[in-house]
């Protein structure tokens, strides 16, 4: 399969890039790096990137920005982010990316662990995650051509939370996040939440 990776350079990104490399051609697509460029927070960004890439068999995004910070503290801007970037920017991906998918293709999105485990601070993250799963549950219903959409929730990333500083012991390795993707693209399922931990 022709899959194209955004995000194809953050942890999760290059490692399912590697999962999916074995076996397949990988288009790798990010801000300010790979072989295409393209914020998917900008509609006419990735207009001209699906244009360049068509045709695809697969898109998997790994991408999406989103801030964390106390309700009362957090702006407008920073409610917006998430909102354009994380939520409207997957959303356009498959709107958008439709007309050069190929038959039974595939869309994998990015939610996250905190749309159904929130903690202080993650209500602006919490949000999209949510919305996106909510729109893939509901767009899956009426993909044509027999293409398929699901979104993987990953848990907190070991690697991450080491990058962080913070305590790596409750993250699931990124390897294991990966496998979560690779059943998405290379399996049969649609509007699945695919949750990360099971592959753990």
Same mark, same amino acid.
């Given at each position: 399969?022709?899959?194209? =990776?955004?995000?194809?350079?953050?942890?999760?990104?290059? +490692?399912?890039?590697? +999962? =999916?490399?074995?076996?397949?051609?990988?288009?790798?697509?990010?801000?300010?790096?790979?072989?295409?460029?393209?914020?998917?927070? *900008?509609?006419?960004?990735?207009?001209?990137?699906? %244009?360049? +890439?068509?045709? /695809?068999?697969? &898109?998997?995004?790994?991408?999406?920005?989103?801030?964390?910070?106390?309700?009362? %503290?957090?702006?407008?801007?920073?409610?917006?982010?998430?909102?354009?970037?994380?939520?409207?920017?997957?959303?356009?991906?498959?709107?958008?990316? !439709?007309?050069?998918?190929?038959?039974?293709?595939?869309?994998?999105?990015?939610?996250?662990?905190?749309?159904?485990?929130?903690?202080?601070?993650?209500?602006?993250?919490?949000?999209?995650?949510?919305?996106?799963?909510?729109?893939? %549950?509901?767009?899956?219903?009426?993909?044509?051509?027999? &293409?398929?959409?699901? &979104?993987?929730?990953?848990?907190?990333?070991?690697?991450?939370?080491?990058?962080?500083?913070? *305590?790596?012991?409750?993250? !699931?390795?990124?390897?294991?996040?990966?496998?979560? /993707?690779?059943?998405?693209?290379?399996?049969?399922?649609?509007?699945?939440?695919? *949750?990360? %931990?099971?592959? +753990?």
């Amino acid at each position: 399969m022709r899959i194209m =990776l955004i995000g194809a350079s953050g942890t999760i990104g290059n +490692a399912v890039g590697q +999962a =999916l490399s074995e076996r397949h051609e990988i288009l790798r697509v990010g801000r300010s790096s790979g072989d295409l460029r393209a914020d998917i927070a *900008d509609p006419d960004a990735l207009r001209a990137m699906f %244009r360049t +890439a068509a045709p /695809y068999d697969a &898109v998997v995004c790994a991408a999406g920005l989103a801030a964390f910070g106390e309700l009362h %503290r957090l702006t407008d801007e920073e409610f917006q982010l998430g909102l354009s970037s994380k939520l409207m920017g997957q959303v356009n991906l498959v709107r958008l990316g !439709l007309s050069g998918i190929t038959d039974a293709g595939s869309f994998t999105l990015t939610s996250g662990v905190l749309s159904q485990e929130p903690i202080p601070g993650s209500s602006a993250i919490s949000m999209v995650n949510a919305g996106v799963e909510a729109f893939v %549950r509901a767009a899956a219903l009426e993909m044509p051509r027999g &293409v398929r959409l699901n &979104v993987v929730s990953p848990p907190w990333v070991r690697e991450t939370l080491q990058a962080m500083g913070w *305590d790596p012991s409750p993250g !699931l390795p990124v390897a294991a996040v990966a496998k979560a /993707y690779v059943d998405s693209v290379e399996g049969g399922m649609t509007g699945k939440v695919i *949750d990360a %931990r099971d592959y +753990a």
